[in-house]
């Protein structure tokens, strides 16, 4: 009896010690830290600007521990967070806006940060504002609040609240701390991420100082330029040509502009006084031969529309056009950046008041004149066969 009790507390002890490998070992970490992921949203028109090739830099600030500010020097380094774009990232991630939103999310910041307490950590976040012409950086600004807890033998980020402090025109907000989530692989517009820096990109360019002979110059093509030339052999070099155009703002500007700036160029390369015109108001300019429209600055993306109104007695027609690096014939066009830049050549021949150009008239004659010799021709051959 004593033999069979002893070989059951054998058998428990044995049964104890291999279900004990099966116990949960309470040292081994529940979760892995929770990520934290910047959302980067890049704003540009619908057509005519290149994305620019720039890394954008975000920096956290320690602000306190457990509530207090006095240990802000002691939190945990967090280093530098950066999102690159270059040229190729051409993609609208969020076709229900105008324009175009360029949409990315930056690796997990805290993928290197080591903490060696628990306790809540927080910090101040903002992006670095960098040197790209006619780039709007956010100047949001974020409190982001990392809650430590010791699991297993590390200590985890196991929660991140995140509060906006000031929007992205830097104004303040007073908003609660929210959960953090970062955005869902299957959302291009990473939607669920409200921890989001938002750049605009309204680049504008032309021709400040237009210089050259008659001919419409490279850096007359940065914005926009129309030149008129009359084609007779003797051109009227003091008749005027009225031209009347429209503007139209790019489709998903974030530009508060208004109004653009032209020279009108005589001849010679001397531009005038500087002009301006509001976006999308129609407006009439007057070209004599050899004159030219150069735009000096203008938001790229916008549409150009133009037509010649008042021509005299001439007849004019697009000789060609250029808009966005892409030639044509057309009398509208979006400006934009590529190279070929965006330009007219317009031409007028002078017509007769029944509309016979004046360059033809020569060759008109030369007709009449043979068909009167063919007539006569044909007449004296008549009689001579009556006579006959």
Same mark, same amino acid.
């Given at each position: 009896?004593?033999?069979?009790?002893?070989?059951?507390?054998?058998?428990?002890?044995?049964?104890?010690?291999?279900?004990?490998?099966?116990?949960?070992?309470?040292?081994?970490?529940?979760?892995?830290?929770?990520?934290?992921?910047?959302?980067?949203?890049?704003?540009?028109?619908?057509?005519?600007?290149?994305?620019?090739?720039?890394?954008?830099?975000?920096?956290?600030?320690?602000h306190?521990?457990?509530?207090?500010?006095?240990?802000?020097?002691?939190?945990?380094?967090?280093?530098?967070?950066?999102?690159?774009?270059?040229?190729?990232?051409?993609?609208?991630?969020?076709?229900?806006?105008?324009?175009?939103?360029?949409?990315?999310?930056?690796?997990?910041?805290?993928?290197?940060?080591?903490?060696?307490?628990?306790?809540?950590?927080?910090?101040?976040?903002?992006?670095? *504002?960098?040197? =790209?012409?006619?780039?709007?950086?956010?100047? /949001? @600004?974020?409190?982001?609040? %990392?809650? #430590?807890? +010791?699991?297993g033998?590390?200590?985890?980020?196991?929660?991140?609240?995140?509060?906006?402090?000031?929007?992205?025109?830097?104004?303040?907000?007073?908003?609660?701390?929210?959960?953090?989530?970062?955005?869902?692989?299957?959302?291009?517009?990473?939607?669920?991420?409200?921890?989001?820096?938002?750049?605009?990109?309204?680049?504008?360019?032309?021709?400040?100082?237009?210089?050259?002979?008659?001919?419409?110059?490279?850096?007359?093509?940065?914005?926009?330029?129309?030149? *008129?030339?009359? =084609?007779?052999?003797?051109?009227?070099t003091n /008749? @005027?040509?009225?031209?009347? %155009?429209? #503007?139209? +703002?790019?489709?998903?500007?974030?530009?508060?502009?208004?109004?653009?700036?032209?020279?009108?160029?005589?001849?010679?390369?001397?531009?005038?006084t500087?002009?301006?015109?509001?976006?999308?108001?129609?407006?009439?300019?007057?070209?004599?031969?050899?004159?030219?429209?150069?735009?000096?600055?203008?938001?790229?993306?916008?549409?150009?529309?133009?037509d010649?109104?008042?021509?005299?007695?001439?007849?004019?027609?697009?000789?060609?056009?250029?808009?966005?690096?892409?030639?044509?014939?057309?009398?509208?066009?979006?400006?934009?950046?590529?190279?070929?830049?965006?330009?007219?050549?317009?031409?007028?021949?002078?017509?007769?008041?029944?509309?016979?150009?004046?360059?033809?008239l020569?060759?008109?004659?030369?007709?009449?004149?043979?068909?009167?010799?063919?007539?006569f021709?044909?007449?004296?051959?008549?009689?001579?066969?009556?006579?006959?």
């Amino acid at each position: 009896m004593k033999s069979f009790k002893n070989k059951i507390v054998a058998s428990v002890l044995a049964f104890t010690l291999v279900g004990g490998a099966f116990v949960i070992n309470p040292n081994v970490a529940e979760a892995a830290s929770k990520p934290l992921n910047i959302k980067k949203v890049l704003n540009l028109p619908a057509e005519g600007v290149t994305t620019p090739a720039e890394i954008f830099t975000f920096t956290f600030t320690g602000h306190s521990i457990d509530g207090d500010t006095t240990k802000a020097a002691n939190l945990p380094k967090v280093s530098d967070v950066t999102i690159a774009y270059t040229a190729d990232d051409k993609d609208d991630k969020d076709t229900k806006k105008d324009g175009k939103q360029l949409i990315k999310e930056s690796a997990d910041a805290l993928a290197n940060v080591k903490f060696t307490a628990a306790g809540q950590y927080t910090y101040t976040v903002v992006e670095t *504002k960098g040197n =790209t012409k006619d780039m709007t950086y956010s100047q /949001a @600004e974020y409190l982001v609040s %990392l809650f #430590v807890k +010791k699991v297993g033998e590390k200590y985890e980020v196991t929660d991140i609240q995140i509060k906006q402090t000031k929007n992205d025109k830097g104004e303040d907000v007073t908003q609660k701390k929210t959960g953090y989530q970062p955005g869902d692989e299957d959302d291009t517009t990473k939607d669920k991420n409200k921890f989001a820096f938002v750049n605009n990109y309204d680049k504008k360019d032309g021709n400040d100082n237009p210089t050259g002979g008659p001919e419409i110059q490279g850096a007359d093509k940065k914005g926009f330029a129309l030149r *008129k030339t009359i =084609t007779d052999s003797t051109p009227d070099t003091n /008749a @005027e040509f009225t031209f009347n %155009l429209t #503007v139209a +703002k790019p489709v998903g500007s974030n530009s508060d502009a208004t109004e653009f700036k032209y020279f009108v160029v005589d001849g010679n390369g001397t531009a005038g006084t500087e002009q301006s015109e509001k976006y999308g108001q129609a407006f009439d300019v007057v070209l004599k031969h050899y004159q030219r429209i150069v735009f000096k600055e203008v938001l790229l993306g916008s549409k150009i529309t133009f037509d010649e109104t008042v021509a005299g007695a001439y007849t004019g027609s697009v000789k060609s056009s250029t808009f966005n690096g892409t030639a044509g014939t057309g009398k509208e066009g979006i400006i934009g950046d590529q190279a070929g830049g965006n330009f007219v050549e317009y031409e007028n021949k002078t017509q007769t008041a029944t509309g016979l150009l004046v360059d033809n008239l020569p060759f008109i004659a030369l007709v009449a004149v043979a068909g009167a010799g063919i007539a006569f021709f044909v007449k004296n051959r008549k009689e001579e066969e009556a006579l006959a």
